[in-house]
């Protein structure tokens, strides 16, 4: 008797614990998929990266946001599988280098610092970044093998089966829907598209939006230097 009451009140415990959790983090389900197509050395992405995404995971909003980087942008892999980006081979490699840390490390936010690190010290992120962003060794290890190239032609993958198609970069989508040009808004935009039944993070109510609208992004167009 005392056994089976002692179960049940552990089942109990458990079952409360779940849900009394589940209420202070959105339901993976209800969060806002937030996508970010991207390729590491055109300015406006590495600006939207430095200076505009950073707000999610500075705010409360990471609670109701899935973040999921895509570096690949508007580069283009040959018949042979060589692939070729935008700003040339060390856009290539930085891509690489990216696709390495989204792979190693556990979770978006420790993949965003990092990724952050470089692209804000995109000339010298050597001596900038290696030192406290998270497991380097992996990181390595992933980008001088094969893996690196299999996560990137996977990124092709992802990138050419957008529907619709990117027009430019960055090119973000929320729930699958493009943003086009409203980036300048992220905030208020990711606020608009969460449909789930937590309350909405503070900064999510309108005095506070005011203050994260940045000014228009300049954007890498899909033609715009590629030469080949
Ligand atoms: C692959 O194709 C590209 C152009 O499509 C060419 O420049 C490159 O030399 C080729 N690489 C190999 C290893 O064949
Ligand atoms: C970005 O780089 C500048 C120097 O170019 C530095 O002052 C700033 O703190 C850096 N920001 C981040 C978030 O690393």
Redesign the pocket.
Known sequence: MVTSSSTKLVFFACFVLFTFSDTLVAGESDKVQLNLYYESLCPGCQRFI?DELVKIFDSDLDTITDVKLVPFGNAKVSDNLTVICQHGEEECKLNALEACVINTLPNPKLQYNFI??VE??TKNWESSCLNGYGDEKAINACYNSDLSKKLILGYAKQTSSLKPEHEFVPWVTLNSKPLYTNLDDLVGQVCKAYKGKTPLPKICSSSALSEWKMSKLEFSYVDETINH
Request: positive net charge.
């Open positions: 430095v952050r690190c804000n010290y």
